[in-house]
């Protein structure tokens, strides 16, 4: 393969049919179609695709468990009709531990999925919370591929008339990493294969702040032995929505090079001309590029490689 794209997302018909009806209203049906035709103009040859947590929608655990079982379906589906072309990662009905656990074992085990997709927070629960910990225990378990993606703030924004995805979501994934490291989840569950999407959004710049909490309040520390440095070092980043030189270059003094690997976001990114889906990684060189969009993704997906043998 030449290129894979870890970060895209459809919301499939399934989906946006059983959203409260002001939600659907504001989320766009975007088929498994529509991403082919992107993958076909820009030369990707596979995709990593995914959803969202339907807990941020739903109170009620019912109908959250209801949604997640119909799309992970729908992705199983997509999967099936292309397996060497699509990988698909489930969605968990968080914050229910016990009907995510119960998706999670459906998902991959009767469904194969590939992996699954975890918000920052739900309902203002962060991943890395205690409560959510029986959830990692199994994914550590299976050694599992977990993409974290960042969501709405749970106590709003600041300047809401900007939109979240400006700068709150970058700095959701922050918080989220932040939380995991010293809320020691990343030490107690070292199986897990972990992939932050915007290259982990301020971490790079943050990360040297983030580790002097060991030395000016070490007792909040506790959790993370091996210090924040090591386990961000540890951790796999993805390049959607910031496929140029400067956050590339952040990243690569926080974790080595095999551990970026190539995502669009797609649809959310803005569409550039001609056939090169992002080209402001041409810096990289043909040799190093290939690497990136493609084989740094195999420990994540190796599934998906096989199938293309």
Same mark, same amino acid.
């Given at each position: 393969?030449?290129?894979?794209?870890?970060?895209?997302?459809?919301?499939?018909?399934?989906?946006?049919?059983?959203?409260?009806?002001?939600?659907?209203?504001?989320?766009?049906?975007?088929?498994?179609?529509?991403?082919?035709?992107?993958?076909?103009?820009?030369?990707?040859?596979?995709?990593?695709?995914?959803?969202?947590?339907?807990?941020?929608?739903?109170?009620?655990?019912?109908?959250?468990?209801?949604?997640? %079982?119909?799309?992970?379906?729908? #992705?199983?589906?997509? $999967? &099936?009709?292309?397996?060497? +072309?699509? *990988?698909? @990662? /489930?969605?968990?009905?968080?914050?229910?531990?016990?009907?995510?656990?119960?998706?999670?074992?459906?998902?991959?085990?009767?469904?194969?999925?590939?992996?699954?997709?975890?918000?920052?927070?739900?309902?203002?629960?962060?991943?890395?919370?205690?409560?959510?910990?029986?959830?990692?225990?199994?994914?550590?378990?299976?050694?599992?591929?977990?993409?974290?993606?960042?969501?709405?703030?749970?106590?709003?924004?600041?300047?809401?008339?900007?939109?979240?995805?400006?700068?709150?979501?970058?700095?959701?994934?922050?918080?989220?990493?932040?939380?995991?490291?010293?809320?020691?989840?990343?030490?107690?569950?070292?199986?897990? %294969?972990?992939?932050?999407?915007? #290259?982990?959004?301020? $971490? &790079?710049?943050?990360?040297? +702040?983030? *580790?002097? @909490? /060991?030395?000016?309040?070490?007792?909040?520390?506790?959790?993370?032995?091996?210090?924040?440095?090591?386990?961000?070092?540890?951790?796999?980043?993805?390049?959607?929505?910031?496929?140029?030189?400067?956050?590339?270059?952040?990243?690569?003094?926080?974790?080595?090079?095999?551990?970026?690997?190539?995502?669009?976001?797609?649809?959310?990114?803005?569409?550039?001309?001609?056939?090169?889906?992002?080209?402001?990684?041409?810096?990289?060189?043909?040799?190093?590029?290939?690497?990136?969009?493609?084989?740094?993704?195999?420990?994540?997906?190796?599934?998906?490689?096989?199938?293309?043998?």
């Amino acid at each position: 393969m030449t290129r894979v794209d870890l970060h895209a997302h459809v919301l499939p018909a399934a989906y946006v049919e059983r959203l409260p009806p002001e939600l659907a209203a504001v989320h766009r049906l975007v088929p498994v179609e529509a991403l082919e035709k992107f993958m076909v103009r820009y030369r990707i040859d596979a995709a990593v695709v995914s959803v969202g947590n339907p807990g941020v929608y739903f109170g009620d655990a019912g109908q959250a468990r209801a949604l997640a %079982r119909v799309v992970n379906e729908d #992705l199983a589906a997509t $999967i &099936s009709r292309a397996p060497a +072309r699509f *990988a698909a @990662l /489930a969605c968990l009905p968080l914050p229910d531990v016990e009907g995510g656990l119960a998706e999670l074992d459906y998902a991959l085990d009767t469904l194969g999925l590939d992996g699954v997709i975890v918000a920052t927070q739900v309902g203002g629960t962060y991943l890395g919370d205690p409560a959510w910990d029986p959830v990692l225990a199994e994914l550590d378990r299976r050694s599992a591929y977990v993409f974290v993606h960042p969501s709405v703030p749970p106590n709003g924004q600041p300047l809401p008339h900007f939109p979240a995805w400006l700068y709150e979501f970058p700095f959701e994934t922050t918080r989220v990493i932040t939380n995991l490291i010293y809320g020691g989840a990343f030490e107690r569950h070292p199986r897990i %294969r972990w992939q932050f999407a915007h #290259l982990g959004g301020a $971490i &790079s710049s943050l990360a040297h +702040r983030i *580790a002097s @909490l /060991a030395d000016r309040e070490p007792e909040r520390a506790a959790g993370a032995p091996a210090g924040a440095l090591a386990y961000l070092s540890r951790q796999y980043y993805d390049t959607g929505l910031s496929n140029h030189e400067a956050p590339i270059a952040a990243a690569l003094l926080l974790a080595p090079f095999e551990r970026l690997v190539f995502g669009t976001d797609w649809p959310y990114l803005a569409l550039p001309e001609g056939d090169d889906p992002a080209p402001g990684l041409a810096y990289l060189g043909a040799e190093r590029r290939a690497k990136l969009e493609a084989e740094h993704a195999r420990v994540l997906i190796p599934r998906l490689f096989a199938q293309r043998t």
